[in-house]
């Protein structure tokens, strides 16, 4: 640019030649000389010359007297001019360069504020990236960096000296340092490219500063490395990221324990690794009723009585062993031993970790007692791979809950052989209602007094295309457990709602029909609406339809389901309380709850074998619920037997096979136009 910027002053600046200047230079010394000079030459030779031509011309002393006069004059005026043109041309040629010189000023300082603005541009953008710059000439072992890394690094600038390539990798992590080294001097043999690496520098404080480090060599004619020059980018923050996403990816943030993913990997790893004279044990614990402890005494017990059962299991478990937090109340252990090692007694240590699980234990104040369900597989006896063994050990965990929870069940085939059913049904029970594989029975219910016909219960069976009549205590419980039953109710609530307007023109004795409702359907808002949409669509009138729940609907969330029963019975439908006395909480909220009809279940119906002999809790039932004022429907009726007794103890209603087999719609007909 300064090249540039010469060569345009020095061509602007020249002077034209001409006939009083003929040097190509201008400058006030010159210019002064040659205007005297001039003027001494012409004056020199006006007065010579003109004094020898009047001397010839004019012989007159008086006139030549004159004459001098005149000539005089005349010189002073013609040199007068003469030195006003050659001056104002000089001033000119001045002028000019005067201006050419602003000019170039002008050009200067703008191309000054145009570096100026680059300089602080680049500045600025290296400020805001937050990079370091940095540049090693190598033949010369000069290392220059700006402040911003070691800043970073908690160095003031005056600090830390760094000036040469050792220096700089003095800096870096011991554990990092060959490594680094290895890879910037293959880049170098290298001759050509890019360079990029990642590795970690020893701040002032002694902790780690991770930097991602980007660089350009540059090579001379005979590849040999003259110069690097790039960036230090602290991305610290980035790892810290990285590591923290990691943790919440792999482990649980309670109790810092591998989570479900990080526990798979490790039972992966582990049977790898696994010898020929070795089994694995793969435990699972699931605490029963966690989510009681969670709702009565808070989170914030459930949370440290969660990390104090973490801690006390990775102490009594014997070593090696790996311990897991796989779900929110649920651990996984996994177990080494030598098949030779008698010693290693995994039912022991099973028995006396439970133990542990039941001890007592005081958290703030308060006192907390659990109960866990455990289910145990090992490898390769049950499985050759982590997720099925995994699976097996969930099998097993689900047949200690199915067995009344608080119990170990270690796996067998014969679970393998269930959970595989259970899957094949969950999965034709999401296609039943679709493949016209669903159909509804209604069992009739009599009055015990007179024998006439009371009502219906609605009962829904399944008969799969392929496996023939599935048992309702089987598919029920996997549609309530796995959410399909909210898709079935609806089903079933429009079809027995469209059998009651079939029914209208031959049902003048008002028969109701009576629709079971599951737990997760009484407490669930929407389907209440639904239901109450049915019964316009379908005008159903008040007792035309009854609903029967069963006790532990009021279990989970008792004022939700009280009060979605209460707005069902202000639609005018009547409430019956199903299974009752099967329940534990039956007794305690009987009297709370807001039920029209109680149903006896058939278990105790079963023991009536003497009309004169006395069942007390079947009599006492019966009793409990007309000092409540509520009537009785006795379920189970097998024979004349325990018709009678039911008969006897002032029971109002009874249903069983006894008295009628559930039959299809079609053949209970003739029961709206005949006593019974």
């Excluded at 145990?376 to 809950?401: E, G, R, T, Y």
């Excluded at 007094?449 to 399944?462: A, I, N, P, Q, V």
Aim: glycine share 4%.
């Amino acid at each position: 640019m300064n090249q540039l910027s010469d060569k345009h002053h020095s061509k602007s600046i020249e002077p034209k030649k001409g006939i009083f200047l003929t040097s190509s230079a201008m400058s006030p010394i010159k210019s002064a000389i040659r205007l005297s000079f001039f003027y001494i030459v012409f004056g020199s030779l006006w007065i010579i010359l003109s004094d020898e031509v009047l001397e010839l011309l004019i012989t007159d002393y008086r006139v030549y007297q004159k004459i001098q006069t005149y000539k005089g004059w005349l010189y002073v005026i013609f040199t007068g001019i003469l030195l006003y043109f050659l001056i104002l041309r000089t001033l000119k040629l001045y002028e000019n360069a005067r201006s050419q010189t602003i000019k170039i000023n002008e050009e200067l300082n703008q191309q000054l504020k145009i570096t100026s603005e680059t300089q602080q541009r680049y500045q600025l953008a290296v400020d805001g990236s937050r990079d370091s710059i940095w540049d090693y000439e190598i033949r010369e072992n000069k290392f220059f960096s700006s402040t911003k890394l070691l800043e970073t690094m908690g160095y003031g600038v005056d600090e830390l000296k760094v000036s040469t390539l050792e220096d700089w990798l003095g800096l870096i992590h011991p554990d990092d340092y060959e490594a680094f080294y290895t890879s910037i001097s293959a880049y170098l043999n290298a001759g050509s490219g890019n360079f990029e690496y990642v590795f970690r520098v020893i701040t002032k404080d002694n902790s780690d500063c991770w930097i991602l480090t980007r660089c350009q060599g540059y090579w001379d004619e005979n590849g040999d490395a003259v110069r690097l020059a790039g960036s230090h980018t602290n991305i610290t923050p980035k790892k810290k990221m990285e590591e923290e996403l990691f943790r919440l990816a792999y482990f649980d943030s309670l109790t810092k324990l591998p989570n479900w993913i990080k526990f798979k990997e490790i039972i992966s790893s582990a049977i790898t690794q696994c010898k020929d004279d070795e089994v694995l044990s793969l435990i699972f614990i699931d605490i029963d009723d966690f989510k009681n402890i969670n709702d009565l005494l808070g989170y914030t017990i459930g949370d440290r009585l969660i990390i104090r059962l973490a801690a006390e299991l990775d102490q009594f478990l014997p070593k090696p062993h790996q311990l897991a937090k796989i779900g929110g109340d649920s651990f996984g252990i996994l177990l080494n031993r030598k098949k030779s090692d008698n010693n290693f007694d995994v039912q022991a240590i099973i028995t006396n970790m439970v133990k542990l699980i039941q001890t007592e234990r005081s958290i703030e104040e308060q006192k907390v007692v659990i109960f866990a369900s455990v289910g145990v597989a090992q490898f390769p006896k049950d499985a050759v791979d982590a997720s099925n063994l995994m699976l097996c050990a969930n099998a097993s965990i689900s047949l200690a809950k199915e067995l009344g929870k608080n119990n170990v069940q270690f796996y067998t085939h014969g679970q393998h052989d269930l959970h595989i059913h259970q899957i094949e049904l969950i999965s034709d029970l999401h296609h039943a209602i679709e493949r016209n594989e669903l159909f509804l029975l209604y069992q009739p219910v009599l009055r015990l007094t007179d024998m006439s016909l009371h009502g219906f219960e609605c009962l829904l069976r399944w008969k799969h295309t392929q496996k023939g009549f599935i048992s309702p205590d089987e598919f029920i419980t996997l549609a309530e457990n796995t959410g399909i039953i909210t898709n079935i109710e609806e089903w079933v609530f429009e079809n027995a709602m469209k059998q009651l307007v079939k029914w209208r023109p031959i049902n003048t004795g008002l028969a109701p029909i009576a629709i079971n409702l599951s737990s997760r359907g009484l407490v669930n808002e929407d389907f209440i609406d639904h239901i109450e949409s049915l019964m316009k669509k379908y005008d159903i009138q008040k007792d035309e339809i009854e609903i029967e729940i069963t006790e532990t609907s009021f279990i989970t969330s008792f004022e939700v389901a009280a009060n979605h029963v209460k707005r069902l019975q202000k639609l005018g439908i009547k409430i019956l309380l199903d299974d009752f006395g099967k329940g534990y909480s039956s007794l305690a909220y009987l009297r709370q709850l807001p039920i029209d009809i109680l149903k006896i279940d058939r278990l105790f119906t079963n023991h009536v074998i003497d009309v004169e002999r006395n069942d007390y809790l079947a009599v006492a039932m019966i009793d409990m619920a007309h000092m409540i004022n509520t009537e009785v429907i006795v379920e189970g009726i097998e024979n004349q037997i325990q018709l009678d007794y039911m008969k006897k103890h002032n029971a109002e209603f009874g249903q069983g096979y006894f008295l009628y087999m559930p039959s299809r719609p079609e053949e209970l007909e003739h029961l709206f136009t005949k006593s019974v």
